[in-house]
C-alpha cells in the first residue's frame, strides 16, 4: 500500500517513542521506504539500534560525526535526505521540538532537516497536559497549522507523569492511518502551474490614521494557496492586511490598497495559469486622501460627507484580456443569490464563481465556509459545510478538471 513511498520519521525526545518504534514497524510492513531521525534527548527514551533495527536503515542523531572519517557529507546530509523524501512525520513532537520548528531554529539534524525538506510534514504532538494546553504551545500549533503542516491531534486520557487530560501521542494503528489516507488523497495534479490568489480585506485609505476596510480574515485565500501548494502549483498570493503566517512553499506579496492589488494582480497576470480572486477587494475608495489627520476642528458640521469613487474591478479587467487563463471569482450575495452569482460570473468573463453563504460557521473569520461552485457550463456543486482548506481543494479539483478537459481537446 505505501510501496516505493520514502518516508522520514523524526523521534523527538518523549516517552512515548516507545510507540513509534510500532509506526516505524507498520509503516515498514505496508512497504515503505523509513528513515529515522532522532534528537539526542529521544536517545534517552529509546536506542538508534531500535529503530535502525525496524527500519533497516542507518539511524542519524548528530549534526556533525565524531570524525570525518566518517563521511564527507557532512554538511549536505540533510539536504540530500532533505530531497529524498516523500513524507516527514515526527512522532512523538514534543513541545520544545514544536517551538523551534515554528521559529525556525535549527540546532539540531531534525530541526536543520525541518527547514530543509520539500516534502509535507506531518506530527503527531505528545507531551503532558499542562504544556499542550500552555498558551505558548497552543500558539506554536497554530503557527506550524498555518504554514500548512499537518497535526496528529493527541488523544485524551491518562498520562505518563499520572495526571489525565489531552497530550497522550495518537496511537500507532492511528497514526499509520493518517499517513495512509494521506497518500491516498495527495494529488500533484497542479505540478507545472502557476496559480495567482488573491485573499483579505483592501484597506482604502481616508488620511495618515484612517480608512475604509472590511472584515475579511484572508483566511480562504490563505487555504486556497496552501492547498495549491500541496498539490504542486508554484503559487503567488497576493494580499491584503492579514494576521496570517505564509504557507510553505508560496511566495507572498503584501499590499494594502485596491490600486495595489490591482497593480500586481495585472503585472504577474501574462506569466500564470490560474487567478482565483478570493480577496474582499473594496468597491470603492475615497476620492480625497486628506494628507494630515483630520480633526475634528477642520469639520464643523455635526455630519460629515465622504465622497468614495468605484474602485477598478480586477476581475472585470482579467476577463476582459483573457487569453487561456483560467478564472475564478467569489461572489457573496444575501438575495437572489444564484442569479446574482451566475450573472456576474458572465459579467466578469469568468470559468468559475464561488458563491459564499454568510452565517453560523461561514463567511467572514470562520475557519469553516458553506458554498456552491458554479462553473461556466451551468454546473453547479453545493457543498456542505466543512473547513476553508477543504473548500479549497473542492474549487482545484474543479480547475483541474478544466484543465484535463483542455488538454484532452488538444
Ligand atoms: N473583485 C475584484 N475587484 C473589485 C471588486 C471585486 O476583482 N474591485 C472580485 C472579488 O475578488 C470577487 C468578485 O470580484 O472575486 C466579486 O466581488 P463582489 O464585490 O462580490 O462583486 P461585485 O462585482 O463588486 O458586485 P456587488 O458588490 O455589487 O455584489
Known amino acids: 500500500m ?62 556533525f560525526p565524531a570524525s570525518t572519517r566518517e563521511g564527507t557529507d557532512i554538511g549536505t546530509k540533510h539536504i540530500n535526505l ?59 500549533l497554530k503557527i506550524l497549522k498555518e504554514l500548512g503542516y499537518l497535526i496528529i491531534e493527541p488523544e485524551e486520557g491518562e498520562l505518563a507523569s499520572g ?13 499509520i492511518e493518517f499517513v495512509k489516507d494521506f497518500f491516498a488523497g495527495v494529488k500533484f495534479d497542479l505540478k507545472g502551474k502557476k496559480i495567482l490568489v488573491t ?6 485609505p481616508i488620511d495618515p490614521v484612517r480608512f475604509i476596510g472590511n472584515w475579511s480574515s484572508g483566511k480562504m485565500g490563505f487555504e486556497i494557496a496552501k492547498a495549491s501548494a500541496h498539490r504542486g502549483a508554484e503559487v503567488i498570493l497576493v494580499t491584503g492586511p492579514t494576521n496570517l503566517g505564509t504557507p510553505k512553499n508560496v511566495r507572498r506579496i503584501d499590499v494594502v490598497t485596491s490600486d495595489q492589488m490591482f497593480n500586481v ?11 482565483i480572486m478570493s480577496a474582499a477587494v473594496a468597491d470603492y475608495t475615497p476620492i480625497q486622501k486628506f494628507e494630515k489627520k483630520l480633526k475634528k476642528e477642520d469639520l464643523p458640521d455635526e455630519t460629515v460627507e465622504l465622497k468614495l469613487k468605484k474602485t477598478k474591478d480586477i476581475l472585470k479587467y ?14 457573496l450575495e444575501t438575495d437572489n443569490v444564484l442569479e446574482n452569482a451566475i450573472q456576474k460570473l458572465k459579467d466578469k468573463n469568468l470559468d468559475l464563481i464561488v458563491l459564499n453563504t454568510i452565517g453560523e460557521g461561514s463567511g467572514f473569520g470562520y475557519d469553516t465556509n458553506i458554498v456552491t461552485i458554479i462553473s461556466k457550463d451551468g454546473e453547479m456543486e453545493s457543498l456542505p459545510k466543512m473547513t476553508k482548506y477543504e ?20
Not at 485573499?199 to 482604502?204: K, L
Not at 473548500?391 to 488538444?410: C, P, T, Y
Request: glycine share 8%; net charge positive.
Open 265 to 275: 494582480v495585472v503585472e504577474f497576470y501574462d506569466q500564470v495559469d490560474v487567478v
Open 318 to 331: 482579467l476577463g476582459e484580456r483573457k487569453k487561456s487563463q483560467i478564472l475564478v471569482g467569489f461572489a
Open 199 to 204: 485573499a483579505g480585506p483592501t484597506y482604502e
Open 82 to 140: 532533505a530531497l529524498w523524501a516523500d513524507l516527514m512525520l515526527i512522532a512523538p513532537a514534543s513541545a520544545n521540538t514544536i517551538a523551534k520548528i515554528a521559529h525556525g531554529i535549527a540546532d539540531n539534524f531534525l530541526t536543520s532537516l525541518v527547514l530543509a525538506i520539500r516534502c509535507p510534514l506531518i506530527l503527531a504532538p505528545a507531551m503532558d497536559v499542562d504544556m499542550y494546553l500552555n498558551e505558548v504551545t497552543q500558539r506554536n
Open 163 to 175: 495526571l489525565v487530560g489531552v497530550g497522550r501521542m495518537a496511537e500507532p494503528e492511528r497514526i
Open 391 to 410: 473548500v479549497a481543494h473542492k474549487i482545484l479539483d474543479k480547475v483541474s478538471l478544466i484543465f484535463k478537459k483542455g488538454e484532452m481537446k488538444k
Open 2 to 63: 505505501l510501496e516505493g513511498r520514502k518516508i522520514i520519521v523524526g523521534v523527538t525526545g518523549g516517552i512515548s517513542a516507545y510507540k513509534t518504534c510500532y509506526v516505524v514497524r507498520g509503516l515498514k510492513k505496508l512497504g515503505a521506504d523509513v528513515k529515522v531521525i532522532m534528537t539526542p534527548s529521544a536517545t534517552q527514551f529509546v536506542t538508534p539500534l531500535t529503530f535502525s533495527t525496524l527500519s533497516g536503515n542507518e539511524v542519524i542523531v548528530e549534526m
